[in-house]
């Protein structure tokens, strides 16, 4: 697959990112993104707290939120592949201003709670098609040669702001109340728009565009094929259908851990809440030293040991995790374990960006979400029920060797090769997909 030509100098995509003027505004407008929907996960829940006073409101929001984001990550592909991506950036984060912004301007009149059964489930959807977006975005804007280290870089930073932008909003919230917070939610994402307005994308936006049309005289793809292509090009390329299986097996073992650490902080070991603060802060700390070092550790070893050895890293973190005596054991095992997470995704990420076609990237991200999550949750549940039934020790032991067996297995699979990004693999898969398309 060649690389899309940029319309400025090379020189711009071969520089140093630190020296990348459009990847540096680039990065701080996802990190104010980043700092938005942190502040909307402290503020939002305190305001349905306050308003009504139930936990199970609280739940039930969440659900209606993570229901709609899901339905929308189904669609977001094909709508990230048809259009601009640099104004659909822009765009969602303008629609999430105003959503948010209209909260606190309603709140001033008083509480009303239905209102945010509307506008949370819409802005977690235009969300949803916002990181669909940011994720196609990133080949055209460093280059392919630099996409693991700049998914680095934007993972670190998006941690770090994971830790302090609920650190703000709690303070804002205690000052002025949750639904001033929720405005400063709003105020992040129109920044967030105007730095993105200033970035130039070299070829991205265009090619997308231009790549996706389909040639004159053909007709248009059918929806239901426009929504299957992305599947359809992850089951047909040898690596990516290998991790797509892996990765679903792995984040249904661990989606549930936090909820597995807070248990045995606060059950097992008798814990306050502040300790629970360390660990978690920890484990921040863990996946920005994580996502630091990918770069130079997949250039130095290759993907598959990279990706492999983290994975059997995890497994035995998480192994440990239920048997960990102390706080400092916990707070180093869960450092370990998000931070070879962070690797792990990261190079995954990064791999899917190289190898897929442009105007099939949008889709391909979307494909790969909705599988990759589809039994996330059930996982979590079943984790979290046996922990309460059996004890953290044995169900930690038991989900880390299974992590242990997803490295094993892929040992055994196309992800073992050390530069799957290697055009050799292409052809047949590109052919097959985009050619049934323009039939």
């Known amino acids: 697959m060649s690389e899309p030509a940029a319309n400025g100098p090379s020189s711009e995509r071969s520089r140093p990112l630190w020296r990348d003027r459009n990847f540096g505004i680039f990065w701080a407008a996802q990190t104010l993104s980043v700092v938005g929907d942190s502040f909307a996960l402290i503020a939002l829940p305190l305001l349905v707290l306050h308003a009504t006073g139930s936990v199970a409101q609280m739940g039930l929001l969440t659900a209606v939120a993570g229901a709609a984001s899901l339905l929308a990550g189904v669609f977001a592909g094909v709508v990230v592949d048809r259009m601009d991506r640099r104004k659909l950036l822009i765009a969602c984060d303008v629609v999430r201003m105003a959503l948010y912004a209209l909260i606190p301007l309603v709140?001033?009149?008083?509480?009303?709670?239905?209102?945010?059964?509307?506008?949370?489930?819409?802005?977690?959807?235009?969300?949803?098609?916002?990181?669909?977006?940011?994720?196609?975005?990133?080949?055209?804007?460093?280059?392919?040669?630099?996409?693991?280290?700049?998914?680095?870089?934007?993972?670190?930073?998006?941690?770090?702001?994971?830790?302090?932008?609920?650190?703000?909003?709690?303070?804002?919230?205690?000052?002025?109340?949750?639904?001033?917070?929720?405005?400063?939610?709003?105020?992040?994402?129109?920044?967030?728009?105007?730095?993105?307005?200033?970035?130039?994308?070299?070829?991205?936006?265009?090619?997308?565009?231009?790549?996706?049309?389909?040639?004159?005289?053909?007709?248009?793809?059918?929806?239901?094929?426009?929504?299957?292509?992305g599947v359809t090009f992850l089951r047909r390329h040898p690596v990516l259908r290998a991790l797509t299986l892996l990765?679903?097996?792995?984040?249904?073992?661990?989606?549930?851990?936090?909820?597995?650490?807070?248990?045995?902080?606060?059950?097992?070991?008798?814990?306050?809440?502040?300790?629970?603060?360390?660990?978690?802060?920890?484990?921040?700390?863990?996946?920005?030293?994580?996502?630091?070092?990918?770069?130079?550790?997949?250039?130095?070893?290759?993907?598959?040991?990279?990706?492999?050895?983290?994975?059997?890293?995890?497994?035995?973190?998480?192994?440990?995790?239920g048997r960990a005596d102390s706080v400092a054991g916990t707070a180093v095992l869960t450092a370990t374990f998000l931070g070879c997470t962070s690797m792990a995704g990261t190079c995954s990420m990064s791999l899917r960006q190289e190898v897929t076609p442009e105007h099939l990237l949008g889709r391909v991200t979307s494909a790969f979400w909705t599988v990759h999550y589809s039994a996330a949750p059930v996982g979590a549940a079943v984790l979290t029920w046996a922990a309460q039934r059996h004890g953290t020790a044995p169900v930690g032991l038991a989900a880390g060797l299974c992590c242990l067996l997803i490295a094993a297995m892929a040992l055994l699979s196309p992800v073992r090769r050390p530069r799957p990004e290697g055009c050799e693999l292409l052809p047949v898969c590109c052919t097959e997909v985009s050619g049934g398309e323009r039939e």
């Open 107 to 229: 709140w001033t009149l008083g509480p009303q709670t239905w209102l945010l059964y509307v506008l949370l489930p819409l802005g977690e959807a235009v969300g949803m098609l916002f990181s669909v977006t940011y994720v196609t975005v990133v080949r055209s804007l460093v280059g392919g040669r630099r996409i693991t280290e700049a998914n680095g870089r934007l993972n670190a930073t998006a941690a770090a702001a994971g830790v302090i932008g609920p650190l703000c909003a709690g303070v804002v919230a205690g000052w002025f109340g949750p639904a001033a917070a929720v405005g400063v939610d709003a105020a992040s994402f129109g920044v967030s728009a105007v730095c993105v307005s200033f970035v130039r994308f070299p070829g991205g936006t265009r090619a997308a565009r231009t790549s996706a049309a389909p040639e004159a005289g053909a007709a248009r793809p059918r929806l239901w094929d426009d929504l299957l292509a």
């Open 247 to 321: 990765l679903t097996f792995f984040s249904f073992l661990t989606l549930g851990l936090n909820d597995l650490l807070i248990y045995h902080l606060k059950h097992d070991l008798g814990q306050s809440d502040s300790a629970v603060g360390t660990v978690f802060a920890a484990g921040a700390m863990g996946t920005i030293t994580g996502a630091l070092l990918v770069a130079p550790v997949r250039r130095r070893l290759g993907f598959g040991a990279t990706w492999i050895g983290t994975v059997a890293v995890c497994g035995l973190a998480v192994a440990g995790i």
